[in-house]
């Protein structure tokens, strides 16, 4: 991927710089000048373009209505076109695919679990879903190399996974145990390890993680290292004013930031059509200067090489890129909501491109990298090791009440940090006369 601004395939966003003129000229009653082009294009005018390497362009769009005296959404569009192949991937081998495809099958096995734990009455607070959402949690973070870090939302337990997160952790993470990551004093995904996966905690107030995440990306800068950071936003939470300005801030100081915004049509229960007027979310990248690529949410090789390249080019040094991976949430916000705002229709039309449908066809009638009776052992060890962690997460303690208070007050150390890569730099003799120390610069 280049460091260029960010072309849509077969077409261009033009942005005049004198979008100010005609308003002026009008208010004053001057007539405005016509100016020369080249190629169609004024030069007052830049083009920007945005890659999109989906296979499909879906054609529909969501209004709102009533019935019967209620509010209510209806889908109009074209929702018979055929599911398109997966697209070759230009980075992965079969070894890769086949253990991006296998992370991706734990995923959704364990959340079935988690529903199962939670109709039992075992889980201690809700359960939030990435039905549907596989391929963008675990190949994103499939490319990221061990000293990079991961800022993962609630729909992303696929990424933990991946960074090295058991299903028994998570699971005993929803059900409150005393062996659970936060040792019982959180529930759901509110969990990360800072000290050997690089894992930063997912953040409730939406948009949080992104300066956060910049913040890790300063650090390893400070001390010697270009890294990648990545994280995630939903079509909703990428509204608020903090994820403009985490990214901005990450743009400005070409920060190793890799943003995916993963528009998955709904903010809750409202629709992406009334969120935000743009066609696509990665436009919104043009505003920073940074590159942005569209890709299908629901094909793990395209959300795996457009992340692959934007780590790289955050290794280099060259900053951040924003990802839009379009998919579809196949159940509520959480396991409380039954969805049924959303119309029928837009269900059955994303069932029919599962994404672990997508891969398993992929893998076993395209490249044929597995053969059926692999893929049956294939499934049988995820089985096996989920029913063995999800035994031992609700065979393991609940935390003493006395235990209760501990991490509440600052303890021996508690605050202590270590650098990872190295330690910052120090000049002397710049500001306050020879001898004196100044700390290392933070800013680019």
């Known amino acids: ?68 005296g209620k509010v209510s959404y209806e889908v109009t569009g074209d929702l018979s076109a055929p599911v398109p192949p997966i697209r070759e991937s230009k980075y992965l081998n079969k070894k890769r695919c086949i253990e991006i495809y296998r992370w991706m099958l734990l995923n959704r096995k364990m959340e079935a679990a988690l529903e199962n734990l939670y109709k039992q009455g075992k889980v201690v607070g809700g359960v939030y879903f990435g039905l549907g959402q596989e391929a963008c949690s675990c190949a994103s973070a499939y490319a990221l190399h061990k000293d990079d870090w991961l ?26 145990k005393a062996d659970s990551p936060t040792r019982g004093r959180d529930a759901s995904s509110h969990f990360g390890d800072i000290k050997d996966r690089n894992i930063v905690a997912p953040v409730s107030t939406l948009g949080d993680l992104l300066p956060v995440l910049a913040g890790v990306a300063l650090g390893a800068r400070l001390q010697g290292r270009n890294i990648a950071v990545m994280t995630y936003i939903g079509d909703g939470g990428q509204s608020t004013g903090v994820t403009y300005e985490g990214l901005n801030f990450a743009a400005v100081q070409d920060l190793g930031l890799v943003l995916i915004v993963e528009n998955n049509l709904w903010a809750y229960s409202t629709p992406a059509d009334m969120q935000f007027r743009v066609k696509d979310l990665a436009e919104r990248a043009i505003a920073y200067g940074i590159p942005g690529v569209i890709v299908d949410g629901t094909d793990a090789c395209q959300v795996y090489d457009a992340a692959h390249e934007a780590c790289e080019r955050a290794r280099r040094g060259e900053g951040p890129t924003l990802i839009e991976a379009k998919m579809m949430r196949m159940k509520g916000h959480a396991i409380h909501d039954a969805a049924d705002y959303v119309p029928k229709p837009l269900f059955e039309y994303w069932r029919k491109r599962d994404p672990i449908t997508r891969i398993e066809n992929y893998l076993l009638n395209v490249k044929k990298w597995l053969t059926p009776t692999e893929h049956r052992d294939l499934t049988a060890g995820v089985d096996q090791q989920l029913e063995a962690d999800r035994n031992f997460a609700v065979a393991s ?31 002397k003799g710049l500001a306050g006369g020879p001898g004196e120390v100044e700390a290392a610069v933070h800013l680019k």
């Open 1 to 68: 991927m280049t460091a260029k601004p960010a072309t849509r395939q077969n077409s261009a966003v033009r942005v005049s710089m004198d979008s100010a003129e005609p308003h002026m000229a009008k208010k004053q009653n001057k007539p405005l000048a016509v100016k020369s082009t080249r190629n169609g294009v004024s030069p007052d005018q830049r083009t920007y373009t945005i890659p999109d390497h989906r296979l499909e362009r879906p054609n529909f769009s969501i209004r709102q209505g009533r019935k019967g």
């Open 397 to 427: 303690p609940m935390p003493e009440p006395e235990s209760a208070a501990g991490g509440v007050y600052c303890e021996d150390g508690c605050h202590e940090i270590k650098p990872k890569y190295g330690t910052p730099k120090a000049r």
């Open 151 to 176: 800022g993962p939302m609630i729909r992303n337990q696929g990424s933990t996974l991946v960074r090295g997160f058991s299903p028994r952790d998570i699971m005993m993470q929803y059900l409150a």
